[in-house]
C-alpha cells in the first residue's frame, strides 16, 4: 500500500471460483477495489488454468470467463453490462460482492488505505490470485 497523508479508504473483495459448493473449496480468480473517495471502481482477474483444471476437471472454462467478463462488464457499467452496469460506482461494488451461490463469488469485503487505488488494485491481484 502506498504512504502518505493523501490516502483514503478503499474497500476490496476477492472473486474466487467455487466449482462444487458441496466440496467448498475455492481458488481466488480475480479482485474488486472501491474507493469512493477517489471514484474509483476497478476489477482485475486472472485464470490459472492449470491450478483450475486440478481443483475441478470438468470444469467449463469458457462458461468461467464470460461470466468474469460479466463481473468486469458490470465493473466498468455502460448499457451493455445489464442493469446493474447503470448503477453508481458504490452501487455496482454492492452488487458485485453481494453474497450468492454461483460458480463464481465474492470473499469478503475488506477496507484499506490508498492514494492510489489502480496500483493497489494490481498489488492485491499479485498478492492474492497469482
Known amino acids: 500500500m502506498t504512504t502518505g497523508s ?3 479508504v ?8 467455487v466449482p462444487s459448493l458441496e466440496r467448498g473449496e475455492s481458488l ?5 477495489v472501491y474507493c469512493k473517495a ?3 471502481l476497478g476489477c482485475r482477474v486472472h485464470l490459472d488454468g492449470p491450478r483450475l483444471a486440478a481443483l475441478a476437471p470438468g470444469l467449463d472454462l469458457d462458461g468461467l470467463r464470460r461470466a468474469l467478463a ?4 458490470v465493473c466498468r457499467g455502460g448499457e451493455r453490462a445489464g442493469p446493474a452496469a447503470a448503477e453508481p460506482p458504490g452501487s455496482r461494488f454492492r452488487w458485485l ?3 450468492r451461490s454461483t460458480v463464481v463469488q465474492p470473499g469478503p469485503v475488506h477496507a484499506g488505505l490508498t492514494a ?3 496500483a493497489d488494485l494490481d498489488r492485491l491481484l499479485d498478492r492474492l490470485v497469482r
Do not use: C, I, M, S
Open 6 to 8: 493523501a490516502r483514503k
Open 10 to 17: 478503499f474497500e476490496y473483495a476477492t472473486l474466487r471460483v
Open 28 to 32: 481466488n480468480v480475480g479482485v474488486v
Open 38 to 40: 477517489l471514484d474509483f
Open 70 to 73: 460479466g463481473v468486469e462488464g
Open 97 to 99: 460482492t453481494a453474497p
Open 116 to 118: 492510489d487505488p489502480a
